[in-house]
Each structure stands twice: as structure tokens, then as C-alpha cells.
């Protein structure tokens, strides 16, 4: 019963690189939702999603784009990666939404640019 | 002011013992709260909802107080595998979005 999968687990970029953090679940949920954590601070809403083909922008959305091809993927992509985005970066889905069902988090990816 | 705040601690208690944190809320039209437990280097797991009457379950009790504008999580009888970050999540009146505290780490020693 896998869940919510994110991958990498790690990855380390230099500035100005690129990459995708990729989330799948399994659980037919339709929300998901990116959030970044940094010590002394909550939980951060990057983007999220209410349903396939959907995408909204959260709390802290420059520099990041999101896509939802498919119910149970949803991709967080960082064009050109800077130091302040140096983060652990979870992945999560629900049912319903936010505040009405729990959140399902991934594992994380800790990523760091240098 | 940060929507949701926490102190952060650490709470350094001995195992048996009783604990209780408390997190305060701004926005006075907030609807729904909710506990969150994340382990070191793990992620956030669901703990327990939190609602107006109050609710237990088994050694963990939540309140809320409207007119304070506060939550609390009390836990009894505190075990080793309790250790953990308990975070505060407030469901935002204005925006719709679950709004996260920092976070109150809790270490039990033997």
C-alpha cells in the first residue's frame, strides 16, 4: 500500500539548474498539494490541485510551476534553482478538501542548491 | 504576526509524565484545527482533529477556546515513542488553505 511516493528523496543543484520533483498517490484522491518546510517555519502551500488538469497557485508559488496530466501525479517543477529554495519539499494528497479530510504526506525531498 | 504560532521549545520531560502545549490563531473567522505529528526527518502524519466540545483519544486530549483564540494538545502518561514535533494546523477563514505552525518539539527521556 504504497500511497503517496515522491521522488528523489535527495538532490543536490547548482544555481540556475533545473529540475522536476515528481508525486504520485495511489489512493484515487483527487487534491494534491506542494509544501516546502524550512526550520523555524510552518509549512508553506507552494501550488495545488483540485482534480486532474487543474492547478492553483498557494502561499508561495515564484519559482515553481506545477503540472496535473494525470489523477495520480502531480509534478513540481523548478525552471532555474536558486540557494533560497533550498527547502525539504513535500508532496501530499487528500479526498476532499483541505480541512475536510486528512492530509497523506510523501516522504519528502530534501533538496539543495548551491 | 504569523497566523498560527507555537512555541517551539523543546519540552524535555520524563517518561510518565503530563504535557501540554498550546498554539494560538489570528484570524477569529478560522474554521477547523487539527494536530499533526511529524518524527525526525519524517513527514507530517494526522494525530488527531480538534473540535469545539473537545475530543480524546486515549492519552491525548485537544481542546479549543474560541474566545481565546487557542488550541491545546495534552498528553498523559508520556511514553519515549512520543517524541516528536507536534504541529498546529488551522483551517484559514479567509483563504480556504490549512495554515501550518512551526511546530513544538516534544523529547521524553527514560
Known amino acids: 500500500n504504497a500511497g503517496v511516493t515522491q521522488t528523489p528523496k535527495f538532490r543536490v543543484l547548482k544555481t540556475g539548474q533545473s529540475m522536476t520533483l515528481l508525486c504520485a498517490q495511489d489512493m484515487n484522491h483527487e487534491y494534491m498539494y506542494w509544501y516546502r518546510q524550512d526550520p523555524g517555519m510552518g509549512l508553506r502551500l507552494i501550488h495545488y490541485s483540485v482534480g486532474e488538469g487543474t492547478t492553483a497557485k498557494g502561499e508561495v508559488p515564484d519559482g515553481y510551476n506545477v503540472s496535473r496530466l494525470k489523477k495520480q501525479n502531480f509534478l513540481l517543477g523548478l525552471e532555474s534553482a536558486a540557494p533560497s529554495q533550498t527547502s525539504v519539499y513535500f508532496c501530499?494528497?487528500?479526498?476532499?478538501?483541505?480541512?475536510?479530510?486528512?492530509?497523506?504526506f510523501g516522504n519528502g525531498t530534501r533538496l539543495t542548491v548551491t | 504576526r504569523k497566523e498560527v504560532e507555537q512555541d517551539p521549545g523543546p519540552f524535555n520531560v520524563p517518561e510518565g509524565a503530563t504535557v501540554a502545549f498550546n498554539c494560538t490563531y489570528s484570524?477569529?473567522?478560522?474554521?477547523?484545527f487539527f494536530w499533526y505529528r511529524q518524527d525526525c526527518r519524517k513527514e507530517p502524519k494526522l494525530l488527531m482533529s480538534?473540535?469545539?466540545s473537545g475530543n480524546e483519544d486515549g492519552r491525548f486530549t485537544a481542546q479549543l477556546n474560541r474566545a481565546s483564540q487557542y488550541i491545546s494538545l495534552l498528553i498523559r502518561d508520556s511514553k519515549l515513542s512520543d517524541s516528536a514535533t507536534y504541529l498546529c494546523?488551522?483551517?484559514?477563514?479567509?483563504?480556504?488553505?490549512?495554515?501550518f505552525g512551526q511546530g513544538t518539539t516534544l523529547q521524553v527521556k527514560p
Open positions: 501530499a494528497s487528500s479526498l476532499q478538501r483541505a480541512g475536510d479530510s486528512p492530509l497523506h
Open positions: 484570524n477569529s473567522a478560522s474554521q477547523s
Open positions: 494546523v488551522v483551517l484559514s477563514g479567509n483563504t480556504g488553505k490549512l495554515i
Open positions: 480538534v473540535y469545539s
